[in-house]
Protein backbone atom coordinates (compact mmCIF):
# COMPACT_ATOMS: atom_id res chain seq x y z
CA UNK A 1 0.00 0.00 0.00
CA UNK A 2 2.71 2.48 0.89
CA UNK A 3 4.46 1.49 -2.52
CA UNK A 4 1.50 2.23 -4.15
CA UNK A 5 1.09 5.36 -2.28
CA UNK A 6 4.74 6.51 -3.66
CA UNK A 7 4.07 5.35 -7.26
CA UNK A 8 1.15 8.06 -6.90
CA UNK A 9 3.22 10.59 -5.78
CA UNK A 10 5.79 10.30 -8.13
CA UNK A 11 3.98 10.46 -10.77
CA UNK A 12 2.00 13.73 -9.41
CA UNK A 13 5.27 15.40 -9.46
CA UNK A 14 6.30 13.71 -12.72
CA UNK A 15 2.93 15.77 -13.95
CA UNK A 16 3.64 18.86 -11.84
CA UNK A 17 6.88 19.11 -13.89
CA UNK A 18 5.18 18.74 -16.75
CA UNK A 19 2.10 20.25 -16.66
CA UNK A 20 2.64 24.16 -17.92
CA UNK A 21 -0.67 26.60 -17.44
CA UNK A 22 -1.50 29.65 -19.76
CA UNK A 23 -0.26 28.06 -22.90
CA UNK A 24 -1.98 29.18 -26.14
CA UNK A 25 -4.59 27.35 -27.51
CA UNK A 26 -4.57 27.80 -31.08
CA UNK A 27 -2.02 24.96 -31.98
CA UNK A 28 -2.67 22.70 -34.38
CA UNK A 29 -5.18 19.86 -33.10
CA UNK A 30 -4.13 16.41 -32.56
CA UNK A 31 -7.07 15.77 -35.48
CA UNK A 32 -4.97 17.62 -37.65
CA UNK A 33 -1.97 16.53 -37.82
CA UNK A 34 -3.79 12.45 -38.01
CA UNK A 35 -5.37 13.60 -40.69
CA UNK A 36 -1.93 14.29 -42.41
CA UNK A 37 -0.63 11.08 -41.17
CA UNK A 38 -3.34 9.65 -43.19
CA UNK A 39 -2.99 11.52 -46.34
CA UNK A 40 0.24 10.79 -46.43
CA UNK A 41 -0.22 7.57 -46.23
CA UNK A 42 -2.56 7.79 -49.27
CA UNK A 43 0.07 8.32 -51.51
CA UNK A 44 2.51 5.81 -50.27
CA UNK A 45 2.65 3.23 -52.42
CA UNK A 46 1.80 -0.70 -52.14
CA UNK A 47 4.12 -2.27 -49.00
CA UNK A 48 5.85 0.70 -47.99
CA UNK A 49 7.53 2.16 -44.91
CA UNK A 50 8.06 5.95 -44.48
CA UNK A 51 10.89 6.84 -42.11
CA UNK A 52 10.85 10.50 -40.33
CA UNK A 53 13.48 12.22 -38.30
CA UNK A 54 13.76 14.69 -36.48
CA UNK A 55 15.80 17.49 -37.12
CA UNK A 56 18.87 17.58 -35.03
CA UNK A 57 20.18 20.08 -32.30
CA UNK A 58 22.99 22.75 -33.16
CA UNK A 59 25.57 24.19 -30.81
CA UNK A 60 25.14 27.96 -30.20
CA UNK A 61 28.11 28.21 -28.05
CA UNK A 62 30.21 25.62 -26.41
CA UNK A 63 27.77 23.28 -23.81
CA UNK A 64 24.82 25.68 -25.64
CA UNK A 65 22.74 25.07 -28.06
CA UNK A 66 20.40 27.24 -30.56
CA UNK A 67 16.41 26.83 -29.51
CA UNK A 68 15.92 23.70 -30.89
CA UNK A 69 13.32 24.03 -34.51
CA UNK A 70 11.80 20.42 -35.25
CA UNK A 71 11.92 19.37 -38.96
CA UNK A 72 8.46 21.05 -40.57
CA UNK A 73 7.80 17.25 -42.11
CA UNK A 74 7.57 15.87 -38.93
CA UNK A 75 5.97 18.27 -37.09
CA UNK A 76 3.05 18.38 -39.77
CA UNK A 77 2.23 14.77 -39.72
CA UNK A 78 2.66 14.94 -35.66
CA UNK A 79 2.88 17.96 -33.91
CA UNK A 80 5.87 16.99 -31.73
CA UNK A 81 8.11 19.71 -30.93
CA UNK A 82 11.61 17.95 -30.05
CA UNK A 83 14.79 16.35 -30.97
CA UNK A 84 16.09 12.71 -31.03
CA UNK A 85 12.82 11.27 -32.58
CA UNK A 86 12.14 8.79 -35.53
CA UNK A 87 8.21 8.57 -36.83
CA UNK A 88 7.49 4.96 -38.81
CA UNK A 89 4.61 5.07 -40.91
CA UNK A 90 3.04 2.14 -42.82
CA UNK A 91 1.38 1.62 -45.72
CA UNK A 92 -0.38 -1.00 -44.58
CA UNK A 93 -1.48 -2.26 -41.05
CA UNK A 94 1.22 -4.46 -39.13
CA UNK A 95 1.83 -6.52 -36.38
CA UNK A 96 0.82 -10.60 -35.90
CA UNK A 97 -2.70 -8.93 -34.85
CA UNK A 98 -2.62 -6.20 -37.16
CA UNK A 99 -2.92 -3.41 -34.72
CA UNK A 100 -0.91 -0.50 -35.55
CA UNK A 101 0.17 1.48 -38.85
CA UNK A 102 2.46 3.66 -37.25
CA UNK A 103 5.42 4.11 -34.77
CA UNK A 104 6.48 7.23 -33.04
CA UNK A 105 9.96 7.00 -31.11
CA UNK A 106 10.32 10.17 -28.23
CA UNK A 107 12.34 11.32 -25.61
CA UNK A 108 12.00 9.65 -22.62
CA UNK A 109 10.48 11.43 -19.13
CA UNK A 110 13.66 12.12 -17.37
CA UNK A 111 12.88 14.53 -13.92
CA UNK A 112 16.82 15.59 -13.74
CA UNK A 113 16.89 16.53 -17.11
CA UNK A 114 13.51 17.89 -17.62
CA UNK A 115 14.93 20.61 -14.95
CA UNK A 116 17.82 21.52 -16.86
CA UNK A 117 16.51 21.43 -20.58
CA UNK A 118 12.99 21.28 -20.16
CA UNK A 119 9.71 19.73 -20.53
CA UNK A 120 9.24 16.65 -22.12
CA UNK A 121 6.34 15.22 -23.29
CA UNK A 122 6.94 11.72 -23.31
CA UNK A 123 4.95 8.30 -24.42
CA UNK A 124 1.92 9.21 -22.72
CA UNK A 125 1.83 13.03 -23.48
CA UNK A 126 2.50 11.29 -26.96
CA UNK A 127 -0.60 9.59 -26.37
CA UNK A 128 -2.77 11.77 -24.81
CA UNK A 129 -1.71 15.31 -26.29
CA UNK A 130 -1.15 14.02 -29.79
CA UNK A 131 -2.90 11.00 -30.25
CA UNK A 132 -0.78 8.46 -31.49
CA UNK A 133 -1.32 5.60 -29.60
CA UNK A 134 1.94 4.14 -30.56
CA UNK A 135 4.42 5.78 -29.20
CA UNK A 136 7.53 4.37 -27.56
CA UNK A 137 10.79 5.44 -26.25
CA UNK A 138 13.53 6.31 -28.40
CA UNK A 139 15.26 3.75 -26.45
CA UNK A 140 13.20 0.85 -27.34
CA UNK A 141 13.77 1.60 -31.39
CA UNK A 142 17.22 -0.62 -31.44
CA UNK A 143 15.30 -4.07 -30.63
CA UNK A 144 12.14 -2.90 -32.03
CA UNK A 145 10.90 -5.94 -34.01
CA UNK A 146 10.88 -4.57 -37.70
CA UNK A 147 11.87 -6.49 -41.18
CA UNK A 148 12.59 -3.47 -43.33
CA UNK A 149 13.73 -5.79 -46.41
CA UNK A 150 9.88 -7.12 -46.63
CA UNK A 151 9.05 -3.68 -47.73
CA UNK A 152 8.94 -2.90 -51.16
CA UNK A 153 10.15 0.55 -50.61
CA UNK A 154 11.78 2.40 -48.05
CA UNK A 155 10.44 6.26 -47.96
CA UNK A 156 12.94 8.80 -46.51
CA UNK A 157 14.69 12.28 -46.40
CA UNK A 158 18.00 12.99 -46.55
CA UNK A 159 19.68 11.63 -43.47
CA UNK A 160 21.43 14.25 -41.53
CA UNK A 161 25.35 13.18 -41.53
CA UNK A 162 26.82 16.53 -38.99
CA UNK A 163 25.42 15.07 -35.71
CA UNK A 164 26.70 14.75 -32.66
CA UNK A 165 27.04 11.17 -30.65
CA UNK A 166 26.18 11.60 -27.45
CA UNK A 167 26.76 7.95 -26.09
CA UNK A 168 23.24 7.37 -25.30
CA UNK A 169 22.28 5.63 -28.04
CA UNK A 170 18.93 7.12 -27.81
CA UNK A 171 19.68 10.04 -29.29
CA UNK A 172 18.93 11.02 -33.20
CA UNK A 173 22.65 9.87 -33.78
CA UNK A 174 21.64 6.33 -32.02
CA UNK A 175 18.18 6.63 -33.87
CA UNK A 176 19.74 7.01 -37.52
CA UNK A 177 22.41 4.51 -36.58
CA UNK A 178 19.73 1.91 -35.88
CA UNK A 179 17.71 2.81 -38.84
CA UNK A 180 20.92 2.09 -40.94
CA UNK A 181 21.65 -1.13 -39.67
CA UNK A 182 18.41 -2.48 -39.33
CA UNK A 183 17.03 -1.33 -43.30
CA UNK A 184 20.84 -2.24 -44.25
CA UNK A 185 21.54 1.73 -45.36
CA UNK A 186 25.03 2.24 -47.31
CA UNK A 187 24.02 5.04 -49.21
CA UNK A 188 20.73 6.64 -49.92
CA UNK A 189 18.76 5.95 -52.20
CA UNK A 190 17.67 9.01 -54.29
CA UNK A 191 14.30 7.21 -55.75
CA UNK A 192 13.51 7.25 -52.02
CA UNK A 193 14.31 10.71 -51.38
CA UNK A 194 12.53 11.90 -54.94
CA UNK A 195 9.56 9.91 -53.66
CA UNK A 196 9.19 11.49 -50.07
CA UNK A 197 10.09 15.12 -51.36
CA UNK A 198 7.32 14.28 -54.24
CA UNK A 199 4.78 12.68 -51.32
CA UNK A 200 5.34 15.88 -49.06
CA UNK A 201 5.45 18.79 -51.85
CA UNK A 202 2.08 17.26 -52.67
CA UNK A 203 0.34 17.90 -49.17
CA UNK A 204 2.15 20.64 -47.81
CA UNK A 205 1.65 22.89 -51.45
CA UNK A 206 -1.91 22.92 -50.45
CA UNK A 207 -3.19 24.54 -47.15
CA UNK A 208 -6.11 23.46 -44.89
CA UNK A 209 -8.41 25.63 -43.62
CA UNK A 210 -6.71 24.90 -40.17
CA UNK A 211 -3.41 26.05 -42.01
CA UNK A 212 -5.17 28.82 -43.31
CA UNK A 213 -5.80 30.30 -40.12
CA UNK A 214 -2.16 30.59 -38.55
CA UNK A 215 -0.94 31.69 -41.93
CA UNK A 216 -3.66 34.56 -41.83
CA UNK A 217 -2.32 35.35 -38.26
CA UNK A 218 1.03 34.76 -39.01
CA UNK A 219 1.17 37.44 -42.04
CA UNK A 220 -1.56 39.83 -39.88
CA UNK A 221 0.79 40.33 -36.96
CA UNK A 222 4.01 40.42 -39.26
CA UNK A 223 2.26 43.78 -40.92
CA UNK A 224 1.20 44.95 -37.94
CA UNK A 225 4.96 45.16 -37.22
CA UNK A 226 6.12 46.73 -40.22
CA UNK A 227 3.55 49.20 -40.06
CA UNK A 228 5.02 50.32 -36.81
CA UNK A 229 8.52 50.53 -37.85
CA UNK A 230 6.99 52.89 -40.71
CA UNK A 231 5.92 55.05 -38.02
CA UNK A 232 8.86 54.68 -35.85
CA UNK A 233 11.76 55.24 -38.47
CA UNK A 234 14.04 58.75 -37.99
CA UNK A 235 17.30 58.69 -39.65
CA UNK A 236 19.21 58.49 -36.35
CA UNK A 237 17.63 54.94 -36.23
CA UNK A 238 19.95 51.50 -36.35
CA UNK A 239 18.95 48.74 -38.73
CA UNK A 240 18.97 46.34 -35.32
CA UNK A 241 16.68 48.61 -33.71
CA UNK A 242 14.28 48.60 -36.44
CA UNK A 243 14.69 44.17 -36.45
CA UNK A 244 14.17 44.76 -32.55
CA UNK A 245 10.95 46.24 -33.47
CA UNK A 246 9.70 43.69 -35.76
CA UNK A 247 10.58 41.42 -32.87
CA UNK A 248 8.91 42.59 -29.93
CA UNK A 249 5.93 43.06 -32.00
CA UNK A 250 5.89 39.47 -33.22
CA UNK A 251 6.10 38.30 -29.68
CA UNK A 252 3.71 40.41 -28.14
CA UNK A 253 1.41 38.53 -30.01
CA UNK A 254 2.43 34.92 -29.46
CA UNK A 255 4.23 34.47 -32.24
CA UNK A 256 7.66 32.25 -31.49
CA UNK A 257 9.98 34.38 -32.92
CA UNK A 258 10.99 35.05 -36.94
CA UNK A 259 10.32 32.69 -39.87
CA UNK A 260 14.31 33.49 -41.04
CA UNK A 261 17.08 35.45 -39.93
CA UNK A 262 15.38 39.01 -40.63
CA UNK A 263 17.00 41.15 -43.44
CA UNK A 264 17.13 44.99 -42.26
CA UNK A 265 19.08 46.83 -44.62
CA UNK A 266 19.53 50.61 -45.58
CA UNK A 267 20.97 51.92 -48.92
CA UNK A 268 23.83 49.64 -50.02
CA UNK A 269 22.99 46.94 -47.51
CA UNK A 270 19.39 46.96 -48.95
CA UNK A 271 21.12 45.39 -52.05
CA UNK A 272 22.29 42.74 -50.52
CA UNK A 273 19.42 39.68 -51.38
CA UNK A 274 20.11 37.66 -47.90
CA UNK A 275 21.72 40.50 -45.80
CA UNK A 276 21.92 39.30 -42.42
CA UNK A 277 24.11 41.76 -39.98
CA UNK A 278 21.88 44.81 -39.44
CA UNK A 279 24.18 46.71 -37.62
CA UNK A 280 24.34 49.78 -39.23
CA UNK A 281 24.02 52.46 -36.43
CA UNK A 282 22.50 55.38 -38.71
CA UNK A 283 19.88 54.85 -41.78
CA UNK A 284 20.25 58.42 -42.43
CA UNK A 285 17.88 59.36 -45.71
CA UNK A 286 18.45 55.98 -47.26
CA UNK A 287 15.88 54.12 -48.43
CA UNK A 288 15.43 51.05 -45.22
CA UNK A 289 14.45 47.77 -46.93
CA UNK A 290 12.91 44.96 -44.32
CA UNK A 291 12.26 41.31 -45.01
CA UNK A 292 10.93 40.60 -42.13
CA UNK A 293 8.48 37.79 -41.21
CA UNK A 294 7.23 35.91 -37.68
CA UNK A 295 6.72 32.43 -36.78
CA UNK A 296 3.50 31.58 -35.56
CA UNK A 297 2.97 28.00 -34.05
CA UNK A 298 5.24 27.20 -37.01
CA UNK A 299 3.86 28.97 -40.09
CA UNK A 300 6.28 31.79 -41.72
CA UNK A 301 5.44 34.77 -42.95
CA UNK A 302 7.62 36.07 -45.12
CA UNK A 303 6.75 40.15 -45.78
CA UNK A 304 9.04 42.73 -47.38
CA UNK A 305 8.58 46.69 -46.92
CA UNK A 306 10.94 49.31 -48.24
CA UNK A 307 10.46 52.54 -47.12
CA UNK A 308 12.36 56.17 -46.48
CA UNK A 309 13.99 56.69 -43.69
CA UNK A 310 13.38 60.11 -43.19
CA UNK A 311 9.76 59.58 -44.40
CA UNK A 312 10.14 61.17 -47.93
CA UNK A 313 11.31 58.98 -51.05
CA UNK A 314 14.08 61.08 -53.24
CA UNK A 315 12.79 61.22 -57.03
CA UNK A 316 15.36 58.33 -57.84
CA UNK A 317 13.73 56.03 -54.90
CA UNK A 318 10.45 56.80 -55.84
CA UNK A 319 10.86 55.89 -59.65
CA UNK A 320 12.78 52.53 -59.32
CA UNK A 321 9.80 51.72 -56.38
CA UNK A 322 7.01 52.39 -58.62
CA UNK A 323 8.70 50.26 -60.72
CA UNK A 324 8.55 47.71 -58.43
CA UNK A 325 5.03 47.81 -57.36
CA UNK A 326 4.09 47.68 -60.78
CA UNK A 327 5.69 44.29 -61.50
CA UNK A 328 3.98 43.13 -58.34
CA UNK A 329 0.44 44.57 -59.24
CA UNK A 330 1.30 43.12 -63.25
CA UNK A 331 1.57 39.70 -61.26
CA UNK A 332 -1.00 39.83 -59.20
CA UNK A 333 -3.39 39.82 -62.27
CA UNK A 334 -2.28 36.27 -62.82
CA UNK A 335 -2.44 35.16 -59.29
CA UNK A 336 -5.15 32.32 -59.60
CA UNK A 337 -5.64 28.71 -60.34
CA UNK A 338 -4.46 27.12 -63.59
CA UNK A 339 -1.34 29.88 -64.09
CA UNK A 340 1.80 27.96 -64.43
CA UNK A 341 4.19 29.24 -61.89
CA UNK A 342 7.04 29.99 -64.31
CA UNK A 343 4.19 33.23 -65.46
CA UNK A 344 4.75 34.50 -62.50
CA UNK A 345 8.64 35.20 -62.91
CA UNK A 346 8.19 35.75 -66.52
CA UNK A 347 5.78 38.50 -65.81
CA UNK A 348 7.79 40.65 -63.10
CA UNK A 349 11.03 40.01 -65.29
CA UNK A 350 8.87 41.80 -68.40
CA UNK A 351 7.55 44.45 -66.60
CA UNK A 352 10.69 45.64 -64.74
CA UNK A 353 13.36 44.98 -68.00
CA UNK A 354 10.90 47.40 -70.02
CA UNK A 355 10.66 49.74 -67.31
CA UNK A 356 14.52 49.42 -66.44
CA UNK A 357 14.84 50.63 -70.12
CA UNK A 358 12.73 53.37 -70.06
CA UNK A 359 15.08 54.85 -66.65
CA UNK A 360 17.89 54.33 -69.24
CA UNK A 361 19.25 52.09 -66.47
CA UNK A 362 20.08 48.94 -69.26
CA UNK A 363 19.49 48.93 -72.99
CA UNK A 364 19.16 45.24 -73.43
CA UNK A 365 16.39 43.66 -71.92
CA UNK A 366 18.48 40.42 -70.96
CA UNK A 367 20.37 42.65 -68.51
CA UNK A 368 17.28 42.93 -66.01
CA UNK A 369 19.47 39.81 -64.17
CA UNK A 370 21.95 42.27 -63.53
CA UNK A 371 19.60 44.28 -61.21
CA UNK A 372 16.50 41.36 -60.44
CA UNK A 373 18.98 38.28 -59.78
CA UNK A 374 16.19 36.34 -57.64
CA UNK A 375 12.38 35.19 -58.88
CA UNK A 376 9.32 36.28 -58.12
CA UNK A 377 7.92 33.31 -56.06
CA UNK A 378 7.82 30.64 -54.01
CA UNK A 379 5.60 28.47 -51.77
CA UNK A 380 4.95 29.61 -48.02
CA UNK A 381 4.10 27.83 -44.85
CA UNK A 382 5.64 25.72 -42.30
CA UNK A 383 9.55 26.91 -43.96
CA UNK A 384 9.40 29.81 -45.23
CA UNK A 385 10.48 28.49 -48.90
CA UNK A 386 7.91 26.05 -48.80
CA UNK A 387 7.55 22.94 -50.12
CA UNK A 388 5.84 22.41 -53.04
CA UNK A 389 5.53 20.97 -56.72
CA UNK A 390 7.78 24.07 -58.75
CA UNK A 391 8.35 22.18 -61.78
CA UNK A 392 6.97 19.24 -63.73
CA UNK A 393 3.44 17.76 -64.66
CA UNK A 394 2.13 18.80 -61.43
CA UNK A 395 3.04 22.22 -60.83
CA UNK A 396 0.52 25.31 -61.41
CA UNK A 397 -0.97 27.61 -59.05
CA UNK A 398 -4.08 25.59 -57.10
CA UNK A 399 -6.47 26.93 -54.49
CA UNK A 400 -5.67 27.27 -50.89
CA UNK A 401 -1.59 27.32 -52.09
CA UNK A 402 0.10 30.02 -50.52
CA UNK A 403 3.12 32.18 -52.00
CA UNK A 404 4.83 35.19 -52.23
CA UNK A 405 5.52 37.90 -54.72
CA UNK A 406 8.42 39.68 -54.17
CA UNK A 407 10.00 41.59 -57.24
CA UNK A 408 13.05 43.54 -56.49
CA UNK A 409 15.46 45.86 -57.87
CA UNK A 410 19.09 46.40 -56.50
CA UNK A 411 21.53 48.26 -57.95
CA UNK A 412 24.94 48.28 -55.99
CA UNK A 413 27.53 51.35 -56.42
CA UNK A 414 29.61 51.28 -59.34
CA UNK A 415 27.09 49.55 -61.32
CA UNK A 416 27.07 50.69 -65.49
CA UNK A 417 24.58 53.02 -64.66
CA UNK A 418 23.98 56.73 -63.40
CA UNK A 419 25.76 57.10 -60.52
CA UNK A 420 22.31 58.53 -59.24
CA UNK A 421 20.25 55.13 -59.07
CA UNK A 422 23.32 53.88 -56.68
CA UNK A 423 22.69 52.25 -53.49
CA UNK A 424 18.97 52.06 -54.11
CA UNK A 425 17.68 48.55 -53.36
CA UNK A 426 13.61 47.92 -53.54
CA UNK A 427 11.87 44.42 -52.89
CA UNK A 428 7.97 44.34 -52.44
CA UNK A 429 6.65 41.17 -50.99
CA UNK A 430 3.69 39.77 -50.06
CA UNK A 431 1.56 36.39 -49.21
CA UNK A 432 -1.18 35.42 -51.73
CA UNK A 433 -2.95 32.85 -51.14
CA UNK A 434 -4.65 31.45 -54.15
CA UNK A 435 -8.27 31.37 -55.12
CA UNK A 436 -9.70 29.47 -57.70
CA UNK A 437 -10.54 32.66 -59.97
CA UNK A 438 -8.31 35.45 -58.03
CA UNK A 439 -6.06 35.93 -55.15
CA UNK A 440 -6.25 37.00 -51.25
CA UNK A 441 -3.44 39.27 -50.23
CA UNK A 442 -2.99 38.22 -46.75
CA UNK A 443 -0.45 40.92 -46.07
CA UNK A 444 -3.01 43.65 -47.37
CA UNK A 445 -2.76 45.21 -44.00
CA UNK A 446 0.52 46.77 -45.16
CA UNK A 447 0.83 49.74 -47.09
CA UNK A 448 2.55 49.12 -50.24
CA UNK A 449 1.88 52.48 -52.48
CA UNK A 450 4.67 54.64 -51.83
CA UNK A 451 2.01 57.80 -51.35
CA UNK A 452 0.43 55.53 -48.26
CA UNK A 453 3.66 54.35 -46.98
CA UNK A 454 4.80 58.60 -46.62
CA UNK A 455 1.45 58.92 -45.13
CA UNK A 456 1.76 56.00 -42.22
CA UNK A 457 5.58 57.33 -41.66
CA UNK A 458 4.36 60.78 -40.84
CA UNK A 459 2.29 59.36 -37.94
CA UNK A 460 3.99 58.77 -34.63
CA UNK A 461 4.63 55.63 -33.29
CA UNK A 462 4.54 54.31 -29.50
CA UNK A 463 8.13 53.56 -29.93
CA UNK A 464 8.75 57.67 -30.60
CA UNK A 465 7.96 57.94 -26.63
CA UNK A 466 9.90 55.44 -24.94
CA UNK A 467 12.55 56.78 -22.46
CA UNK A 468 15.61 54.33 -21.80
CA UNK A 469 18.52 55.45 -19.58
CA UNK A 470 22.03 56.76 -21.15
CA UNK A 471 24.91 54.55 -21.03
N1 LIG B 1 12.92 36.10 -46.87
C1 LIG B 1 13.43 35.26 -47.86
C2 LIG B 1 12.69 35.38 -49.10
O1 LIG B 1 12.04 36.37 -49.34
O2 LIG B 1 12.64 34.48 -49.90
MN1 LIG C 1 10.25 35.30 -49.99
MN1 LIG D 1 11.34 37.58 -47.85
Request: net charge negative; proline share 4%.
Amino acid sequence: MKQLFLFFVFLITLNQIHSQENLPTDYLSKEFHKGRREAFRNLMPANSVAVIFSYPERVFSKDINYNFHQNPDLYYLTGYKEPDAVLLIFKETQGTDQTYNEVFFIRERNAGKEMWTGRRLGVEGAKSQLGISTAYNGKDFKDFAIDFKKFDKIIYDNIPVDIRNNTTGFDLFGLIQSFKTKAEITKEDPASLELFRSITSTLREIKTPEEMELMRKTVKLSCVAHNEVMKAIGPNMSENEADGIHAYIHRRYGAEGEGYPPIVGAGANGCILHYGDNNSTKIDNQLLLMDVGSEYHGYSADVTRTIPANGKFTEEQKAIYQLVYDAQEAVFKICKEGTPLVDLNNTAKEVLANGLIKLGIITDPKDVKLYYPHSCSHFLGLDVHDKGNFSGPKSGLKENMVITVEPGIYIPANSKCDKKWWNIGVRIEDDIAIKKDSYENLSADSPRKWQDIEKLAAQKSTFNEMKFPKI
